[in-house]
């Protein structure tokens, strides 16, 4: 069993950053794929990034390409995703979630939320004009 928790989401005006981290519990968080989904109101739930065991292999939506950056730390069992340039349209609840069933051989799976098998609660994300 993973519990994750995200931590660092707030109010930012646009052009501005922001980092979330997701702390997990389990020791055995470096043998889990994480991925970041975030989801806006009467909105499906997109995929956003996805980070491999080894911190190799970053993966991200088409959406934030070239202005988010996953990375983790598996000595701190955290994963962050550090978010530039934000626009009013990232204003979501942003999730982390994690993954043991995603590896190099599926790796076009990873942005596939029912790949997933632990989830976070989420924090909001917004971004003012």
């Known amino acids: 069993q993973v519990q994750l928790a995200e931590s660092g989401g707030g109010l930012v005006q646009a052009g501005g950053s922001l980092r979330l981290s997701c702390a997990a519990s389990?020791?055995?968080?470096?043998?889990?794929?994480v991925g970041w989904f975030r989801q806006a109101p009467g909105k499906e739930r997109e995929f956003v990034a996805a980070i491999s065991r080894s911190g190799g292999l970053p993966y991200y939506g088409d959406s934030v390409k070239g202005r988010f950056t996953i990375s983790r730390d598996n000595a701190k069992n955290t994963v962050y995703l550090q978010m530039n340039s934000l626009k009013p349209e990232d204003t979501a609840v942003y999730y982390c979630?994690?993954?043991?069933?995603?590896?190099?051989?599926?790796?076009?799976?990873?942005?596939?939320?029912?790949?997933?098998?632990?989830w976070g609660q989420g924090t909001q994300v917004t971004v003012s004009l």
């Open positions: 389990a020791r055995t968080f470096s043998n889990h794929v």
């Open positions: 979630a994690a993954s043991g069933r995603l590896y190099a051989s599926n790796w076009y799976e990873a942005g596939r939320p029912y790949q997933y098998d632990y």
